[in-house]
Nanobody, 122 residues
Framework: QVQLVESGGGVVQAGDSLRLTCAAS????????RGWFRQVPGKERAFVAA????????RYADSVKGRFTISRDNAKNTVYLQMNSVKSEDTAVYYC???????????????WGQGTQVTVSS
């Protein structure tokens, strides 16, 4: 089992920056890739960014390329999502997922955190 806890959400203004944190515990070696997804009411959870086990490879949704950066610190079992130049459309609950490999598909992630709300005011 892998436990994930997200933090860092809040209310920010358009153009501001925010950093989300995902702390992992448990058998993290069994699900070493990490992904960030986001969800708004009435819509499916959507891929944002993902990173492989050692941080050497990452992927991003087109909507966040050039603005968001995913990174990890394996010594701390923590993954980050640096969000710069945020827009109102970035408002969502952000979830961290853990899976065996770097993928963008929601159903390939076996473990999820409880989510953290990000609200961007314009």
């Amino acid at each position: 089992q892998v436990q994930l806890v997200e933090s860092g959400g809040g209310v920010v203004q358009a153009g501001d920056s925010l950093r989300l944190t995902c702390a992992a515990s448990g058998r993290t070696s069994s699900a070493s890739a990490r992904g960030w997804f986001r969800q708004v009411p009435g819509k499916e959870r959507a891929f944002v960014a993902a990173i492989n086990w050692d941080g050497s490879s990452a992927r991003y949704a087109d909507s966040v390329k050039g603005r968001f950066t995913i990174s990890r610190d394996n010594a701390k079992n923590t993954v980050y999502l640096q969000m710069n130049s945020v827009k109102s459309e970035d408002t969502a609950v952000y979830y961290c997922g853990a899976g065996p490999v770097l993928v963008t598909a929601l159903d390939r992630y076996s473990y999820w955190g409880q989510g953290t709300q990000v609200t961007v005011s314009s």
